[in-house]
């Protein structure tokens, strides 16, 4: 059974950074392609950054882009996302996903994460 596990939220003021972090288990990680997704309150669940099994493949959000940087590790089956300049229109649950392609699309990831919160305050 695959399990996608993300860490590292929290609340921080405007302008700070924070990175979160997504484990695996379960899966052929260094296959499989990787996705970071948000759902701010009241709003659906938005594609934030995607990157493919060999880190060549990197897509963000317009919104992120430029500020956020996905990498990962597959030797040791993670994900992470770092954000830089964080504003409060971030404030939303991210979710970690894995699936086939590294696309926007979220029916293309078959494997989610349960969510880590991130508060910005103004």
């Known amino acids: 059974q695959a399990q996608v596990v993300e860490s590292g939220g929290g609340s921080v003021q405007a302008g700070a950074s924070l990175r979160l972090s997504c484990a695996t288990s379960?899966?052929?990680?260094?296959?499989?392609?990787m996705g970071w997704f948000r759902q701010a309150p009241g709003k659906e669940r938005e594609f934030v950054a995607s990157?493919?099994?060999?880190?060549?493949?990197?897509g963000y959000a317009d919104s992120v882009k430029d500020r956020f940087i996905i990498s990962r590790d597959n030797g040791k089956g993670t994900v992470s996302l770092q954000m830089h300049s964080l504003k409060p229109d971030d404030t939303a649950v991210y979710y970690c996903a894995a699936g086939f392609l590294p696309t926007r699309v979220q029916a293309n990831y078959k494997y989610w994460g349960q969510g880590t919160q991130v508060t910005v305050s103004s």
């Open positions: 990157i493919g099994w060999r880190s060549i493949a990197i």
């Open positions: 379960g899966l052929t990680f260094s296959t499989t392609a």
